[in-house]
């Protein structure tokens, strides 16, 4: 049996967000073109890389470098409006680059860009998706190894279907692209998204390198957060657990109501308040976690339903040339 046929080397695109990312745009910049230019003389790509680089709302002069840069002709850059947050960026540049297949990475330049020629090779052999998945998680710290392994241990429990120590790094074909344009989501966690549509996939593990400089757009409470989108974005196990706790108290309260209707009848009762303020701040706390995370899908559904959209183009360096 002949293996098939590849497919014809295609255009390729890298989707960048960046946010206060002025102190490496321009080896980041470097780096990319470096990299179309082999994959081009290669014969892997047809034509230049195109570099579209999404300002999520920069504090510092990060859209004014990708303005001086999009001189060269090879370089698509785009102003959001506002801070929408690093998934709806990264969904802006996915739904503006035209190219044949997007790379999609981080502006910090821990992603390996070698590991792109075999997403390509990948790609031409009948992937739709291809996922950069870490290799190891030796570079971190032991807080950051550990809650990334309970992270992706309860988003399985919890039934969400995700790739291990798989992030942003990830090659998606034209069709792929298109498929994600047809979710129309508010509430965006891409790594589920993007798993879930179905395609022929493939893996590609890197090692992931330090930060080059500047710091980490991600601290614990952004971390916590998009922990909490995932969550509430592709599982509902969570309410059914809030049920199941509601099941099993009321089934220890009927208990001890027998067991107190008992000790009145043999008149063994003794007045207390231990007993009384225990139980109290325990259904108490149980009634406030269950009330949280109801809310909390009440609070996607309103979203939802407002149908806002998911980013706003304030505008585009094609858009600043005409």
């Not at 295609?10 to 470097?30: D, H, Q, S, Y």
Request: charged share 20%.
């Amino acid at each position: 049996m002949q293996p098939p046929a590849l497919r014809p080397a295609p255009g390729l695109a890298f989707v960048v967000p960046c946010f206060n990312e002025a102190l490496v745009l321009e080896t980041l910049i470097r780096e990319l073109r470096a990299l179309g230019q082999k994959l081009q003389e290669a014969g892997e790509i047809s034509g230049a890389a195109q570099i579209v680089l999404v300002d999520d709302g920069s504090a510092d002069s990060t859209w004014q470098m990708i303005e001086a840069a999009s001189q060269e002709g090879d370089i698509l850059g785009i102003k959001l409006a506002r801070n929408h947050g690093h998934q709806p960026a990264l969904l802006a540049g996915l739904m503006t680059a035209k190219a044949d297949i997007l790379v999609s990475l981080d502006a910090d330049l821990q992603d390996d860009l070698s590991a792109v020629a075999q997403m390509i090779a990948d790609y031409r052999q009948g992937s739709e998706i291809v996922f950069g998945v870490r290799a190891s998680r030796k570079a971190d710290t032991w807080f950051k190894r550990r809650s990334a392994g309970l992270y992706y241990a309860l988003m399985k429990r919890l039934g969400v279907d995700l790739i291990h120590d798989h992030a942003d790094f990830r090659l998606m074909s034209r069709k792929a692209v298109e498929t994600l344009r047809a979710y129309q989501e508010v509430n965006l966690f891409l790594r589920g998204m993007v798993k879930s549509m179905g395609f022929t996939t493939s893996v590609v593990e890197y090692d992931r390198a330090p930060r080059m400089a500047g710091e980490s757009k991600y601290p614990v409470r952004k971390m916590l957060a998009l922990a909490t989108e995932g969550i509430t974005s592709f599982s509902v196990q969570p309410l059914r657990y809030v049920a199941w706790a509601g099941f099993v108290i009321a089934i220890f309260s009927f208990l001890y109501v027998g067991y107190a209707v008992g000790a009145r009848l043999m008149g063994i009762t003794v007045s207390g308040w231990a007993s009384i303020v225990a139980s109290i701040y325990m259904l108490g706390g149980i009634q406030l976690i269950a009330l949280g995370i109801i809310g909390e899908y009440l609070g996607k559904v309103y979203l939802e339903t407002k149908r806002r959209p998911q980013f706003i183009i304030e505008t585009t360096t094609q858009e600043a040339e005409k």
